[in-house]
C-alpha cells in the first residue's frame, strides 16, 4: 500500500516516518508538506531521518494525495488539518490525524482549549477517536488520534470508570513527560540549562488534553463530570508516567479491581497489568505498550494507578499505527512488534 504523511519535520512525524519505513504492509510513503511551493529534498527537509537519496517532499496536494496513496497521516500542529480535511471528508478518504483539531466533537470547547479556530460541528462530528485498545473502528474514515496525555491516562482509568469502581468526582492525575511531549519548537521551558535538573509544572488547569479526558470518561460513566489534572516537564528526552489517585466505592475490594484490570487488558498485546509491582517509563520506551500498576490503600480508600507509556509511539506514532491495522484489517501488531531498550 501507499502511504502519505504531511508533518515529518516534528518529533511524532519523525517517529512515525521511521515505524512506517518497517511495516511490512507499506510500500511507498510520500511526505507532503502544506508550507512548500516547489519540491525539496527530505535530507535537507529534515536531516534526522532514515533516507534514500532520491527521496523527496512534494507541495501538499489533496488531489494529488487521494490519486496517488491509500492513506494519509497528519502529524502537524493544532489549527492546520482544521483547514485541509474537507476533500477527505468529502471523498470517504482514510486520514488518521495526530493533531487534536478532531479530538472534540464541540467547536466551543476546541476554541476554548486550543485557541484556534475550530472545524465545523459536523466535520467533527463525522471524526472517529482512535483509542484503539478500547475502541473498534465502526468504519469511519477520519480518525483522530489521541493525545499522548490522554492515552496514558485513559488507559489507566479506563476499568475502574466504566465498571463503576470509583467516586466519579475524586479522580485525581498527577502526569509527567518527556521534553519531548512539549514539542520540538523553542520555548524556555525546554532550553537545557532551565529543564536539566529541574520538574516544571506547565499549564496548570489549562492543558488541552483535559477535554479530551473528559469527554471520554463521561462516555463510559456519565456520573463523572469533573477531573483535577496536572502536568509536569521532566530532564528526560521521552516518555509519560500518568499517577492517577481515586477514591475507591464502598464495598469494593481489591480483587475486584485487579480483576476488572486484568478482564479488560490480559488479552490486549501492548498493555500488561502489574498486581505487585509498579511500573518506570524506562520500561515501556522504543515500545508501543503501556504497563499499568495498581496500589489499594485501605486505610484511606484510595486506589493508585500508574500509568506509563512512550509518549512518541504509544502516545503518538504508535498508536497512529494502530489505527491504521485496524481500519485496513491487519494484525493489531503489524509493524509494532518493538524491543523495549535494554537499560
Not at 25 to 54: C, F, G, K, M, W
Not at 72 to 90: C, K, N, R, V
Not at 188 to 197: L, V
Request: aromatic share 10%; hydrophobic share 40%; glycine share 6%.
Amino acid at each position: 500500500m501507499n502511504v502519505a504523511i504531511t508533518g515529518v519535520t516534528g518529533y511524532a512525524g519523525m517517529q512515525l516516518y521511521s515505524l512506517l519505513q518497517e511495516h511490512i504492509e507499506v510500500d511507498v510513503i510520500t511526505v507532503y508538506q502544506h508550507d512548500l511551493t516547489e519540491p525539496v529534498s527530505l535530507a535537507e527537509l529534515n536531516p534526522r531521518l532514515n533516507l534514500a537519496a532520491d527521496d523527496w517532499a512534494y507541495p501538499y496536494d489533496s488531489d494529488a494525495v487521494m490519486a496517488d496513496n491509500d492513506i494519509i497521516f497528519f502529524a502537524t500542529p493544532a489549527g492546520i488539518t482544521s483547514q485541509l480535511a474537507q476533500p477527505y471528508l468529502e471523498h470517504n478518504f482514510p486520514v488518521i490525524d495526530l493533531s487534536g483539531d478532531f479530538r472534540l466533537k464541540d467547536p466551543a470547547e476546541y476554541q476554548k482549549w486550543y485557541h484556534q479556530d475550530p472545524a465545523k460541528a459536523a466535520d467533527l462530528a463525522s471524526a472517529y477517536y482512535g483509542l484503539t485498545d478500547i475502541y473498534e473502528n465502526p468504519g469511519m474514515t477520519y480518525i483522530a488520534n489521541p493525545g499522548c496525555y490522554a492515552t496514558a491516562t485513559l488507559l489507566g482509568l479506563a476499568p475502574a470508570v466504566m465498571c463503576d469502581l470509583i467516586e466519579p468526582d475524586s479522580i485525581v492525575v498527577d502526569a509527567k513527560s518527556g521534553l519531548s511531549g512539549a514539542g520540538k519548537g523553542l520555548s524556555t521551558a525546554s532550553h537545557f540549562s532551565q529543564a536539566n535538573e529541574n520538574l516544571q509544572v506547565y499549564k496548570a488547569n489549562e492543558h488541552k488534553h483535559i477535554p479530551e479526558i473528559l469527554a471520554e470518561l463521561k462516555k463510559w460513566n456519565p456520573k463523572v463530570q469533573q477531573l483535577q489534572f496536572m502536568t509536569t516537564l521532566v530532564p528526560i528526552d521521552r516518555g509519560i508516567m500518568a499517577t492517577i489517585y481515586a477514591k475507591v466505592k464502598p464495598g469494593v475490594s481489591e480483587e475486584t479491581i485487579l480483576a476488572h484490570y486484568h478482564s479488560l487488558y490480559d488479552e490486549n498485546p501492548f498493555i500488561q497489568v502489574y498486581d505487585q509491582t509498579l511500573p518506570d517509563i524506562k520500561s515501556v520506551l522504543a515500545t508501543n505498550n503501556c504497563k499499568i500498576g495498581l496500589v489499594y490503600n485501605e486505610t484511606t480508600g484510595y486506589l493508585m494507578v500508574v500509568s506509563v507509556i512512550d509518549n512518541m509511539i504509544k502516545g503518538a506514532a504508535g498508536q497512529a499505527i494502530q489505527n491504521m491495522n485496524q481500519f485496513f484489517n491487519f494484525p493489531v501488531t503489524t509493524g509494532l512488534e518493538l524491543s523495549q531498550i535494554a537499560f
